[in-house]
């Protein structure tokens, strides 16, 4: 399964696990945030692991900055579009 596919699983299951939604919140606090996060991803039977997760949102945003202003170094600056981590968190914590 790739990331994407991984992350809106874990989504839907977080919607109706509310502690698995709290865990996954908790990471934040945590010393190793997105190994934690991968963790309990794994544990709740969608495997992810560390690298994968940062190489797709690296990939995603050298993705968007190419196709904004022609990719150049006039592009535009997009804050933590590359941290799906962060982003997912955020947006599970309003369910």
């Known amino acids: 399964m790739d990331i994407p596919t991984t992350?809106?699983?874990l989504k839907?299951?977080?919607k109706v696990d509310r502690e698995l939604r709290d865990k996954l919140l908790a990471t934040r606090d945590s010393?190793?945030?997105?190994?934690?996060f991968?963790?309990?991803s794994t544990e709740a039977g969608l495997p992810m692991y560390e690298m994968d997760l940062i190489g797709y949102g690296e990939e995603s945003y050298a993705a968007m900055r190419r196709s904004t202003n022609g990719g150049g170094?006039?592009?535009?600056?997009?804050?933590?579009?590359?941290?799906?981590?962060?982003?997912?968190l955020e947006e599970i914590a309003m369910l």
């Open 73 to 88: 170094e006039n592009s535009p600056l997009l804050q933590y579009e590359d941290d799906l981590y962060t982003l997912f």
């Open 12 to 14: 839907d299951k977080a």
């Open 38 to 40: 991968c963790k309990i």
């Open 31 to 36: 010393k190793t945030p997105v190994s934690d």
């Open 7 to 9: 992350l809106d699983a």
